[in-house]
């Protein structure tokens, strides 16, 4: 009987700080890639993906688009402070975390630190979002031409680079590098909304891709906007007391009828990122297409969509070492990563990645 009484501590292990990649490869798909399928593991780089998949399976990508959500400003009394935009709300809203020394008023005005030559532009500080008592804050942004939420994140924001990579920007002022901005981001990102990239997908470029199509993989897209608290620790050794951060998610229609029609041929479904299996399997929990998730994937769960995954190297007790231990399973998946810090594979959003199968 498979094991299910994992606790926090299980999912942890010793990763040398020099493996967490602080910049991306020189080229997308010239990563390395640790193919796990199978009884061995071999060690591959990631264009030598095509060879791995068949004719008629269906790599299912997620298209979400990272935005500038990293802003700055200050208090009427002078004090800096930090938000970064975590959903879009109706109108000139938004939902942000707020870095700052005190919190200000509720009906405060923040001045927001406007680039060269733009229109300047405020936030009011409406309360907190979605109930009291939680992380993230309320505010409205004005600019004196009325632009849209969206587009004051493109003229002002930031890249909102992982706390893991250290070089990001120490002081507000600095200007983002522009491979940065071109590196976290996937090739075919078009939805904006997210405030952290689905990394396994920074993988693939335009020559792969077409690769891919020649060998008969088919393509899907669903969008889930990844949030601030992909990035959030399990505090309790107990993981079933811990509560999942709510992210958006869509399954359009098109993607429904191609897995259909996957199953139908007898491909696989391989889904590019843990975000992606997240999606599927909160689909086919719920029922419902689009929404809100929640879901939290631990060894135990019951996978109905997703039968391959591409992953980059997570982070140590995460909640997404916890999801590739339930799709491969557990020894397997330490096996793996125990050979990956041997090897010296490259961990987290600019590092390497890995192909897994469900194990059952």
């Keep these: 009987m498979s094991r299910t009484d994992f606790t926090l501590s299980d999912f942890d292990f010793a990763l040398p700080p020099e493996l967490v990649a602080q910049q991306p490869a020189p080229e997308r798909s010239a990563s390395r890639l640790l193919d ?6 071999t060690d591959r780089i990631f264009r030598d993906l095509p060879s791995l998949l068949r004719e008629g399976d269906l790599l299912v990508f997620n298209d979400t ?8 400003g200050e208090k009427p009394t002078g004090g800096r402070l930090e938000l970064l935009i975590e959903r879009v709300l109706d109108g000139q809203e938004v ?6 020394s005190k919190k200000p008023a509720v009906g405060t005005v923040l001045r927001m630190d406007a680039a060269p030559g733009q229109p300047a532009f405020r936030a009011t500080l409406l309360g907190r979002w979605p109930e009291e008592g939680g992380p993230l804050f309320r505010f409205a942004l004005e600019s004196d031409d009325g632009a849209a939420p969206y587009t004051l994140m493109e003229r002002h924001g930031h890249v909102p680079l992982p706390p893991y990579i250290e070089r990001q920007q120490a002081q507000e002022s600095a200007t983002d590098a522009a491979e940065d901005a071109r590196r976290y981001q996937t090739v075919f990102a078009r939805v904006p909304g997210a405030v952290a990239a689905p990394t396994a997908a920074l993988h693939f470029d335009e020559a792969l891709l077409a690769q891919l199509e020649a060998r008969g993989v088919r393509r899907a897209n669903v969008t889930l906007h990844v949030g601030a608290g992909t990035f959030q620790p399990v505090k309790t050794e107990n993981i079933a007391e811990h509560v999942m951060h709510a992210e958006r998610y869509d399954v359009p229609p098109a993607t429904q009828q191609a897995i259909a029609d996957c199953r139908a041929r007898g491909g696989r479904v ?7 299996v997240r999606t599927l399997e909160s689909w086919a929990a719920s029922g419902q297409a689009q929404g809100d998730t929640q879901i939290f994937i631990t060894p135990g769960f019951r996978f109905q969509h997703v039968d391959l995954l591409v992953t980059n190297f997570h982070l140590p007790k995460s909640t997404l070492m916890m ?10 998946v330490m096996s793996l990563y ?3 810090i041997r090897e010296r594979y490259r961990f987290f959003s600019y590092g390497d990645a890995m192909l897994l199968e469900r194990a059952a």
């Design 36 to 41: 796990g399928t199978g009884p061995g593991l």
């Design 65 to 72: 688009q990272v935005v500038k959500a990293r802003l700055f």
């Design 95 to 100: 939902a942000a975390h707020m870095k700052v």
């Design 270 to 276: 391989v889904a590019v990122g843990t975000t992606t």
């Design 323 to 332: 999801l590739v231990s339930a799709l491969a399973g557990y020894e397997r």
């Design 338 to 340: 125990a050979h990956a």
